[in-house]
């Protein structure tokens, strides 16, 4: 299996661990401070540290949360990591921290067999994370629609589904 480079680690400071519950409130912070996502309550986000901690990655530096990615093993495809949020907040971007976020949580779990998220159409940022990612991991990004206005409403942009193969 491909992974990322290690000999050139980054030397930023920045670790990448699994949440602990504590992490709730920062990752909710983190999601309001990132911009662009769908901010959910509070309670979301501590619940998920509790109840997807082996799936979730927190990145901090100094101490302090910089980013992370909330995810989950898709209960009919369990090989299959489906990422519910990924945010990098701006003072930590420039920096690959995305995709080392993936490929930590990638790393972490050798059965997988892809990595899969929804972005809208525009989040070009998005786009060229994941793309890079997919390229990293000797793969590519299938894109093909998902979940439109009859599933999101008209207030939600249409989300796509990217699918990674992980070889």
Known sequence: MATAPTDDAPTDGIEIDAPTLADGPPLWRAAQAAGGLDVNPLYAYVLW??????????A????????YCTAYRRPDVPTTLFVWQIAVLPAARRRGLGQR???HLVDRHG??????ATVTHDNEAS???FGTFARQRGSEVSVSP?????HLGDDHEPEDLLHIPLP
């Open 49 to 58: 540290c509790r109840d997807f901690a082996a799936t979730t990655a927190v």
């Open 60 to 67: 901090r530096m100094d101490g302090e949360v910089v980013g």
């Open 101 to 103: 976020i993936l490929h």
């Open 111 to 116: 059965d997988l067999t892809a990595l899969e």
């Open 127 to 129: 786009l060229a994370m």
């Open 146 to 150: 998902l979940f439109g206005p009859e």
